[in-house]
């Protein structure tokens, strides 16, 4: 099977130029053709691994536990105004 | 002194022998002397490991000494550090400053360890040889045409060439243990949920661990003592882990009545014939210490590779989707709009082989596929499980060779993905199964140091760590030093 790398690419949002495409595609033909051998394993009846020792997921009382942080946050922004994430216009 | 163990210059500060000044002063003497030619640092602040140090000299004087008091402990940069940057060895995290402390750094802090800096990996973790960080490969010392093995390469290289005397490094498929093979130390994986992954930059989150690299077991055990332990933040992070006593655990000298498996499956064609013999030494070694050697079979080793390169690249894909530049990390100029901003932030900031797997990942987790690629590959990893358990029932411990080949040249396998990745044969299997692995040395192949894996059951390190100081302890393999960097003994210390 071959994989439609422009459209991967898409949904992982990230940008190839031709150029990288091209480079991919045999790579991940490849790497998905060696995993391909997990199609012949027999595994009716097995249980998925969700953690590794079978832990339970934790809870917590629902109650605040760190402070307003929000400059020391923000300070790693590429751009931040009145303490709001600044991106592209997202609304005609 | 610079090949010193932690544990020897710990004696040393505690006798008044030196000071913690006096220590950092000598590794950042070594890095600025061998940092250019090994790039095994990607930063340092040596104003800071002063001041670190200074404060443990007082705190020593003041109120005595805490477990790790004054000794310097290297970070691979995928831990977030509030002071310098955190960059994980990617442009886009490039000039990053985390706002905490990762969980790990706090602990190290508290006990009194100088942060020596920050060293070289794979970008994100990806990478079996560190070549594909951001920040140019690192390089092995005992031979510096070819590669420390990764991801933790830096951290692996800077012990190796004692540029410090322990690191930290992080191990989601053998990331500790092949590059301390490949660079002649000792590195921990503890039990996955054992050290809490709070404030480490993740790859594979039902995979990825912290542990110590080391030059003995003894100095991995007073770290992982210090590093472990339940963290409320991190929920992976198992509560009610049996506590061990690490530091006993290493005063073993002999394996009588260890029963020690060697699965058949860890030793087959491909693999380096001096690697083998090594190995295949060392374990007679172990019958000389009393320990009883016992064949078994993990059958289903064969397909570790495989589930691995499901199971991780899916969860980096879903894992590395935050670097949406929004709330931090590289932004694209001018954006013309959101779609644009994240698609060509993401592929200015990547580079080739975390693209690959984040793409081999989004197409595994993609609709109609996810059934084919991500739940069989969660099924077949407990099979690889299972096979552990039984075969623990057995045995004792598991011993294998901790990769099939020694140090490779730069760019060997660069074009070559896959092979690459089957480089990780020996090590992806114990992550699979959340267990503990621990990688000595155990001789050459050609100049190029060659480890012996341990493999115990879960929350077992203390099983890991008596086979592993009993062993060392009839070995001198870990006070060999490459050459090149020991000036003063010339390759024994």
């Keep these: ?27 991940l033909n490849e790497i998905l053709g060696y995993v391909d051998q997990l199609a012949a394993v027999n595994t009716d009846g097995i249980t998925p691994t969700a953690h590794p020792h079978d832990a339970a997921m934790p809870l917590r009382a629902n109650v605040v536990t760190n402070g307003n942080r929000r400059d020391a946050l923000q300070a790693v922004a590429p751009k931040t105004e009145s303490g709001l994430y600044v991106v592209p216009k997202v609304i005609e | 002194m610079p090949f010193s163990s932690l544990s020897h210059i710990q004696t040393r500060l505690d006798n008044a022998e030196t000071t913690a000044v006096e220590v ?14 090994l790039n095994a640092f990607v930063y340092i602040d040596a104003e800071h490991v002063l001041a670190q140090a200074e404060a443990s000299d007082k705190h020593r004087a003041k109120h005595g000494a805490r477990a790790l008091e004054g000794l310097p402990i290297a970070v691979k940069d995928i831990f977030c550090t509030q002071n310098g940057p955190t960059q994980c060895c990617s442009n886009i995290l490039k000039d990053f400053h985390a706002p905490y402390d990762a969980h790990v750094i706090t ?17 994100f973790a990806m990478g079996s040889s560190n070549e594909t960080s951001a920040f140019g490969p690192c390089r092995n010392p005992w031979n510096t045409d070819t590669i420390p093995g990764g991801s933790s390469g830096g951290s692996a290289a800077a012990v190796s060439a004692a540029l410090t005397p322990a690191a930290l490094g992080t191990d989601t498929g053998g990331s500790i243990r092949q590059p301390a093979s490949l660079t002649g130390i000792t590195g921990l994986k503890p039990t996955y949920g054992r050290v809490s992954r709070r404030g480490i930059i993740a790859f594979a989150s039902s995979l990825d661990q912290a542990g110590p690299m080391t030059r003995t077991v003894k ?15 991190d929920a992976t992070s198992v509560a009610d ?16 009545g260890l029963r020690i498996g060697v ?25 000389a210490l009393g320990a009883e050697l016992v064949d078994i079979s993990l059958p289903n080793t064969k397909l570790a590779v495989a589930a691995y390169y499901v199971i991780a690249p899916s969860e980096a894909s879903a894992n590395l989707s935050r670097y949406d530049s929004v709330r931090f990390g590289h932004r694209c100029d001018n954006p013309e709009d959101l779609l644009d901003m994240y698609t060509r932030s993401r592929d200015e900031g990547f580079g080739a082989e975390v693209k690959r797997r984040i793409l081999t990942g989004a197409f595994a987790l993609s609709s109609g596929y ?31 060779p901790t990769s099939p080949i020694t140090a490779f040249k730069l760019g060997e396998k660069t074009d070559d993905p896959l092979t690459m990745y089957l480089s990780d044969i020996y090590t992806i299997a114990v992550n699979l199964a959340g267990l503990p692995g621990l990688s000595q040395p155990c001789g050459f192949s050609a100049d190029l140091p ?33 050459k090149a960097f020991d000036e003063v003994s010339g390759g024994e210390s």
């Excluded at chain 2, 002063?25 to 061998?34: E, G, P």
């Excluded at chain 2, 882990?241 to 009588?256: G, S, Y």
């Excluded at chain 2, 059951?457 to 393999?477: F, H, I, K, N, Q």
């Design chain 1, 1 to 27: 099977m071959d994989i439609d790398v422009q459209k991967v690419a898409m949904l992982a949002r990230i940008r190839l130029n031709d150029d990288e495409a091209t480079e991919l595609a045999p790579q």
């Design chain 2, 107 to 123: 602990k190290l802090k508290e006990a009194g360890a100088v942060l020596v800096g920050k060293t070289n990996m794979d970008e």
């Design chain 2, 450 to 482: 060659v480890g012996l894996q341990w493999i115990a059951p879960a929350w077992r390190e203390d099983v890991l760590l008596s086979a592993a100081s009993a062993y060392e302890g009839a070995t001198d393999w870990h006070n060999k030093s490459p």
């Design chain 2, 24 to 37: 950092a002063q000598l590794y950042l003497d070594r890095i600025a002397t061998h940092n250019e030619t």
């Design chain 2, 219 to 233: 100095d991995a055990a007073m770290i992982t003592s210090v590093i472990s332990g339940h963290d409320s933040g």
């Design chain 2, 241 to 256: 882990a049996p506590e061990l006593d690490w530091l006993a655990a290493c005063d073993k000298t002999d394996m009588k």
């Design chain 2, 370 to 400: 996810y059934d084919a690629y991500y739940l069989k590959a969660q099924q077949v990893r407990t099979m690889i499980q299972q096979d552990f358990l039984t075969a623990f029932e057995n045995v004792d411990i598991i011993a294998t």
């Design chain 2, 263 to 287: 699965p058949k499956e860890y030793f087959v064609e491909g693999m380096d014939a001096e690697v083998r013999a090594s190995v295949e030494a060392a374990l007679k070694q172990c019958e």
